[in-house]
């Protein structure tokens, strides 16, 4: 039978890390690609996909269900979603919320909907660990940890994963949920903390810091991460909801020292700026349940995967170059302008 992974979101960062991924690790299995191609949508982070048999491109809005199901109709045999797309930057969700509303809640509903009509075989809902809120210095989060969330960014998710659970509940709707940490890797828009202050450091220009630079994350290399996403969709038990992350706890200052002593550059370029309002002080997970249901766990060190990082956004100025330009996104407004699917 044919399996056909309908990807939404697959031109951001995480997805089209999942996309790599699967073409690699399972070959035989058909892609579908949902993406509206918002600023944060690259098709240059798929360039080596495009022309791969068994691969499409289906350019829409989560939130139209026309657009969903004419992804649906680029399926063929079983098919199971892994749901990524979503406005997903914190300080973007401050200044606007309803965008955050729209996608993330609205289109994860539509796509719930268009996604039971059609009998998925598995819905893997790609969520995060900001949905628990804020830590203090102890403690980590478990599946069990009440949903807390600060940011509207946050409050969003939160929204769409407690969607998802009510429709496994009310339609016995094959999903399963997974609560990663922050990650960092290629392809990450560089207006997240590991890609801006590379790309600043790298032209000399000041590297914002939030408040003390003392709020800690839990950092994880993305390929881990779509790695986990991959077990859960193959062995995941229905229903249930997998943390996952890397121990890898750091506060801000640590990492932006990190990045500036990789690159040579001097201490003197960092700038504390005013702190983000609401500011959660720690994230840290407790991945065990994963690591003891699934046999999960990371393959990278942040030692290994900080540089290899660092490396890939000097390796790819170009990208940087284009994606800070804004250049690439007049390219798809001449290329993707009208809705279209591209299939190979
Ligand atoms: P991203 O912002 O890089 O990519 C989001 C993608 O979704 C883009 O390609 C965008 O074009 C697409 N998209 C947005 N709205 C859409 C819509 N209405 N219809 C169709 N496509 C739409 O995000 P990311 O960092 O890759 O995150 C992917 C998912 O993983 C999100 O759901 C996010 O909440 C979750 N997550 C992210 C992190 C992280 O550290 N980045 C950690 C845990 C969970
Ligand atoms: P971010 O990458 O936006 O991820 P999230 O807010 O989802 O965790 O931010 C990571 C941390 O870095 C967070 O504590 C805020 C901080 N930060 C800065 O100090 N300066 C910046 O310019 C950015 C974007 C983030």
Same mark, same amino acid.
């Given at each position: 039978?044919?399996?056909?992974?309908?990807?939404?979101?697959?031109?951001?960062?995480?997805?089209?890390?999942?996309?790599?991924?699967?073409?690699?690790?399972?070959?035989?299995?058909?892609?579908?690609?949902?993406?509206?191609?918002?600023?944060?949508?690259?098709?240059?982070?798929?360039?080596?996909?495009?022309?791969?048999?068994?691969?499409?491109?289906?350019?829409?809005?989560?939130?139209?269900?026309?657009?969903?199901?004419?992804?649906?109709?680029?399926?063929?045999?079983?098919?199971?979603?892994?749901?990524?797309?979503?406005?997903?930057?914190?300080?973007?969700?401050?200044?606007?919320?309803?965008?955050?509303?729209?996608?993330?809640?609205?289109?994860?509903?539509?796509?719930?909907?268009?996604?039971?009509?059609?009998?998925?075989?598995?819905?893997?809902?790609?969520?995060?660990?900001?949905?628990? +809120?804020?830590?203090?210095?102890?403690?980590? #989060?478990? *599946? /069990?940890?009440? !949903? =807390?969330?600060?940011?509207?960014?946050? %409050?969003?998710?939160?929204?769409?994963?407690?969607?998802?659970?009510?429709?496994?509940?009310?339609?016995?709707?094959?999903?399963?949920?997974?609560?990663?940490?922050?990650?960092?890797?290629?392809?990450?828009?560089?207006?997240?903390?590991?890609?801006?202050?590379?790309?600043?450091?790298?032209?000399?220009?000041?590297?914002?810091?939030?408040?003390? +630079?003392?709020?800690?994350?839990?950092?994880? #290399?993305? *390929? /881990?991460?779509? !790695? =986990?996403?991959?077990?859960?969709?193959? %062995?995941?038990?229905?229903?249930?909801?997998?943390?996952?992350?890397?121990?890898?706890?750091?506060?801000?200052?640590?990492?932006?020292?990190?990045?500036?002593?990789?690159?040579?550059?001097?201490?003197?370029?960092?700038?504390?700026?005013?702190?983000?309002?609401?500011?959660?002080?720690?994230?840290?997970?407790?991945?065990?349940?994963?690591?003891?249901?699934?046999?999960?766990?990371?393959?990278?060190?942040?030692?290994?995967?900080?540089?290899?990082?660092?490396?890939?956004?000097?390796?790819?100025?170009?990208?940087?170059?284009?994606?800070?330009?804004?250049?690439?996104?007049?390219?798809?407004?001449?290329?993707?302008?009208?809705?279209?699917?591209?299939?190979?």
């Amino acid at each position: 039978m044919t399996r056909t992974i309908l990807v939404t979101g697959g031109a951001g960062f995480i997805g089209s890390n999942f996309v790599h991924l699967l073409a690699k690790e399972r070959p035989d299995w058909r892609i579908v690609n949902l993406d509206a191609l918002t600023y944060a949508g690259n098709l240059e982070n798929l360039t080596e996909i495009e022309g791969r048999s068994g691969y499409t491109f289906v350019h829409g809005n989560i939130c139209k269900e026309e657009d969903v199901e004419r992804a649906f109709d680029a399926c063929e045999g079983d098919v199971t979603v892994v749901h990524f797309a979503a406005e997903s930057h914190v300080d973007r969700s401050i200044v606007s919320g309803m965008p955050f509303v729209e996608a993330n809640v609205a289109g994860t509903q539509v796509l719930l909907d268009v996604s039971r009509k059609r009998g998925v075989e598995r819905f893997c809902h790609v969520s995060t660990d900001e949905v628990y +809120g804020s830590l203090g210095a102890e403690g980590y #989060f478990t *599946e /069990d940890t009440p !949903l =807390a969330p600060n940011s509207p960014y946050a %409050a969003t998710k939160t929204a769409s994963d407690l969607l998802v659970r009510a429709a496994v509940h009310t339609h016995g709707f094959p999903a399963v949920i997974t609560r990663c940490s922050n990650n960092y890797g290629p392809y990450q828009f560089p207006e997240k903390l590991i890609p801006l202050m590379i790309a600043n450091a790298s032209e000399d220009r000041e590297l914002p810091v939030y408040g003390d +630079g003392m709020n800690v994350r839990d950092w994880l #290399f993305v *390929e /881990d991460h779509c !790695l =986990a996403i991959l077990r859960v969709l193959e %062995a995941g038990r229905e229903g249930e909801v997998y943390n996952i992350g890397g121990h890898n706890e750091y506060p801000n200052i640590e990492i932006v020292r990190l990045i500036l002593e990789t690159l040579g550059k001097p201490e003197s370029l960092i700038r504390f700026v005013k702190d983000r309002p609401g500011h959660d002080q720690r994230y840290a997970i407790d991945a065990s349940k994963i690591q003891r249901e699934l046999g999960w766990e990371p393959s990278y060190t942040f030692d290994q995967a900080l540089p290899l990082t660092i490396q890939w956004y000097q390796s790819n100025a170009d990208w940087l170059q284009r994606v800070r330009s804004g250049a690439y996104r007049e390219y798809y407004q001449r290329q993707y302008g009208a809705e279209g699917s591209r299939s190979t």
